[in-house]
């Protein structure tokens, strides 16, 4: 088992930035991809940034050159950071461990970005 905890969500006015962290703990391989997906109310939920084991990144394209993913190997933790927000980034942001045959998610942390 692979326990995800996230932290760094927040109301912010338009513009303005913030980071997610998400630490993982437990059964984790170093072979894995983490990274961020968020749900915003009636809406499925959606990839923003990956980030695998080996560095390769990948990012939505609602997010590409505002959101930076980066992490820790060694901490096992994956940073988001979210410049110039706007508000529909509003959404829970869900952090993601996904390693062979197996995927976990994280409880979710709100964001809330006002006009």
């Known amino acids: 088992q692979v326990q995800l905890v996230e932290s760094g969500g927040g109301l912010v006015q338009a513009g303005e930035s913030l980071r997610l962290s998400c630490a993982a703990s437990?059964?984790?391989?170093?072979?894995?991809?983490m990274g961020w997906y968020r749900q915003a109310p009636g809406k499925q939920r959606e990839m923003v940034a990956l980030?695998?084991?080996?560095?390769?990144?990948n990012y939505a394209d609602s997010v590409k050159g505002r959101f930076t993913i980066s992490r820790d190997n060694a901490k096992h933790t994956v940073y988001l950071q979210m410049n110039s927000l706007k508000p529909e980034d509003t959404a829970v942001y869900y952090c993601n461990h996904r390693q062979i045959g197996l995927n976990y998610w994280g409880r979710g942390t709100q964001v809330t970005v006002s006009s």
């Open positions: 980030i695998a084991s080996g560095g390769v990144i």
């Open positions: 437990g059964s984790t391989s170093s072979i894995n991809v």
